[in-house]
């Protein structure tokens, strides 16, 4: 089952979490010289990016790739590389979702790309309210253009690609970032095993939270 590590507030949880993100960075740069992560985008894991610019070195050498992305431009606000860009800074190599190419198109880049790296050391997943991860929605099918990745739909109508379930579940380790008393109930029924899309994820998942559940 998930097991869960609590924290006091926002601040320390997104500490413990910068800090359990490079120890697996260092491990795999010491045993196989390359670290592949797959990061979440949204609000939530902004600090611990931010931290993890502070502390991470040989960033020639750590590969990033967003969950997911929205349908649009680089340089907009709701853009989740633009968002990797600003809080780790311009030494991370992170790739970059090929939004100006058409959805499929871009979606088969994407999956070329995943397919390319392999298995994931790291993946870092959000939720929310409605128990959605990545941009695997409730009710909504994530249509595959390969093994690895997907486009869907988030409810406010927006195309979206993501890592397809299959490939999150492939990655060496996995963790959830829940915080905020918005999200309560989706983590009450991911962890009482309810048919929500983040709960299709591995069930070793580690869920870093300021929760009292």
């Known amino acids: 089952m998930y097991r ?5 507030n926002p601040e320390e949880v997104s500490r413990e979490l910068a800090e359990f993100i490079k120890r697996i960075v260092e491990e795999r740069l010491r045993s196989e010289g390359l670290a592949k992560l797959g990061l979440a985008g949204g609000r939530t894991p902004k600090l611990t990016y931010r931290l993890l610019s502070q502390t991470l070195k ?15 431009p ?10 990797l860009r600003e809080t780790l800074g311009e030494r991370a190599k992170i790739y970059r979702v090929k939004t100006e190419l058409p959805l499929e198109k871009a979606c088969r880049d994407f999956e070329s790309a995943l397919s390319e790296t392999g298995s994931l050391d790291f993946i870092l997943l959000g939720m929310g309210a409605d128990g959605h991860t990545a941009s695997l929605f409730p009710g909504v099918p994530c249509r595959l253009c390969g093994e690895n990745a997907c486009t869907s739909k988030s409810p406010d109508g927006l195309e979206r690609i993501s890592m397809s379930l299959s490939y999150i579940n492939s990655a060496s380790e996995i963790a959830f970032l829940v915080l905020g008393e918005e999200k309560r109930q989706a ?14 994820v591995r069930k070793d998942a580690i869920v870093f939270t300021d929760l009292d559940i």
Do not use: Q
């Open 4 to 8: 869960l590590v609590k924290g006091n």
């Open 58 to 72: 040989d960033w020639d050498r750590i590969l990033i790739f967003p969950t997911d992305e929205r349908f649009v």
């Open 74 to 83: 680089p340089e907009d606000p709701r853009s989740n590389f633009r968002m």
């Open 187 to 200: 983590l009450e029924k991911l962890l009482e095993g309810a048919d929500i899309p983040a709960g299709r």
